[in-house]
């Protein structure tokens, strides 16, 4: 991996009034909100993330990835989840609104070296950093594929997907979907969950991504880095998909926090060293760690 792009935006975050564009309902609890942040935009990356304060009368600022951002406008997206009193609130704000947002913060994912090819693995709200992933590496001339395991009704327009890039046998998924919005920049997706649900792969997301690995030509797979974001069981299964491929990758770790600045010290993650292991704060030495530099055993 290469690291001069992961490290040259590591710099200070910044508190901001950010201003709402919209804050839109999605099914399964689900929402995307755009905010106006300024010339904060063009200092995000796909992996950093952002702490919001959902209401003066809570005592700590939640943390949300970025699923995207817009340097020309200004702009920033955030895709989430209503799982709380503090998520509960910021369902509901309104565009025009004022919220207070400190950003950007963490470490963003590496750039992969030239010539691999990405497959992204998310689960549930852990595609906002993929989601963001895969549209930065097709700017960059990539050609990631991104499968997505989701339980609920799918939050996100879906289309039926391009034949081209997953080299799926149709015969797992009739009219498989795909999200619309990666389809449109050239990003082939698919969509897995554990309840039988039309179009879908039925199973795990790992298994939709082991499925991808073992139906890919040994030239695609040698050259495959794995990059995901979901639940720490699923990152757990990723791991044993790159041990068993042989593959490298990057994961963006899912944890609550409290300051988001290293200050606290309340989440952390355990990581390999020549000692055996210790602990890595997430907030600033994450959340974006590779995938073997994780104690997973110990997690």
């Known amino acids: 991996m290469t690291t001069s792009d992961h490290c040259a935006l590591r710099g200070k975050a910044h508190p901001v009034v950010a ?10 609890d689900h929402g995307l909100l ?9 200092q995000v990356l796909p992996g950093h993330f952002v702490q919001l304060i959902c209401d003066p009368g809570l005592t700590l600022p939640r943390p949300f990835s970025l699923m995207d951002a817009d340097p020309a406008q ?9 799982v709380g009193v ?9 565009g025009g609104e004022s919220v207070r947002v400190l950003m950007p913060l963490g470490r963003p994912f590496a750039w992969p070296e030239a010539r691999v090819n990405p497959l992204l693995i998310a689960g549930g709200a852990g595609l906002a950093p993929v989601h963001f992933l895969a549209k930065r590496l097709v700017e960059r001339g990539y050609a990631p594929v991104l499968a997505w395991g989701i339980e609920t009704e799918a939050p996100l327009m879906t289309i039926d997907a391009r034949m081209d890039g997953f080299p799926l046998d149709v015969a797992f998924v009739e009219s498989p979907e795909a999200l619309a919005a ?3 920049v050239g990003v082939s997706s698919r969509l897995a969950s554990m309840v039988a649900t039309p179009g879908r792969f039925h199973g795990y997301v790992t298994d939709l991504a082991e499925q ?6 040994e030239i ?9 974001c979901g639940p720490t069981p699923m990152l757990q299964a990723v791991h044993r998909l790159a041990e068993r491929f042989g593959v490298s990758g990057q994961v963006s770790l899912e944890e609550r926090m409290a300051c988001g600045f290293g200050v606290c ?9 020549a000692e055996g292991w210790t602990y890595r704060k997430i907030c600033t030495e994450g959340p974006v760690f590779p995938i073997s530099d994780i104690s997973w055993e110990n997690y």
């Open 86 to 94: 503090g998520t509960g609130i910021m369902a509901q704000w309104q």
């Open 220 to 228: 695609v797979r040698s050259r495959t880095v794995l990059f995901a």
């Open 182 to 184: 990666l389809d449109a």
């Open 34 to 42: 755009r905010l106006r942040v300024g010339k904060l935009a063009r």
């Open 74 to 82: 200004g702009t920033v997206d955030i895709f989430y989840r209503v």
């Open 265 to 273: 010290a309340a989440c952390v993650a355990p990581v390999r060293t």
């Open 212 to 217: 991808y690995l073992s139906h890919s030509p």
């Open 19 to 28: 201003q709402v564009v919209f804050n839109r309902s999605l099914p399964g």
